[in-house]
Nanobody, 117 residues
Framework: QVQLVESGGGLVQPGGSLRLSCLVF????????MGWYRQAPGKQREMVAT???????NYADSVKGRFAIFRDNAKNTVYLQMNSLKSEDTATYYC???????????WGQGAQVTVSS
């Protein structure tokens, strides 16, 4: 049973930083591409950042230069370091293990990030 568990969300002031973590259970973590997505109230879920099994990264234009995704295969964990946070970054952030071969997409339960003064 594959399970993704996010942590690290919270309330932060504009300009502040947060680091999200996603611990993956029950998966050969190192062979999968991973990603972070977010969904704000009334909006569709959008890609924030992805990292391939070979650690190639991709970012949404809105977060380039501010966010960084990285992974630690020894810990079955993918991280999202968020700096210079803005109010428009407020959303629920979801961790994703991308489908591969006969394994489907898996999602975490979501971590709330609120950027407000």
């Amino acid at each position: 049973q594959v399970q993704l568990v996010e942590s690290g969300g919270g309330l932060v002031q504009p300009g502040g930083s947060l680091r999200l973590s996603c611990l993956v259970f029950g998966s050969r973590f190192s062979i999968y591409d991973m990603g972070w997505y977010r969904q704000a109230p009334g909006k569709q879920r959008e890609m924030v950042a992805t990292i391939s099994s070979g650690s190639i990264t991709n970012y949404a234009d809105s977060v380039k230069g501010r966010f960084a995704i990285f992974r630690d295969n020894a810990k079955n964990t993918v991280y999202l370091q968020m700096n210079s946070l803005k109010s428009e970054d407020t959303a629920t952030y979801y961790c994703n293990q991308r489908a591969k071969w006969n394994s489907p997409d898996y999602w975490g339960q979501g971590a709330q990030v609120t950027v407000s003064s």
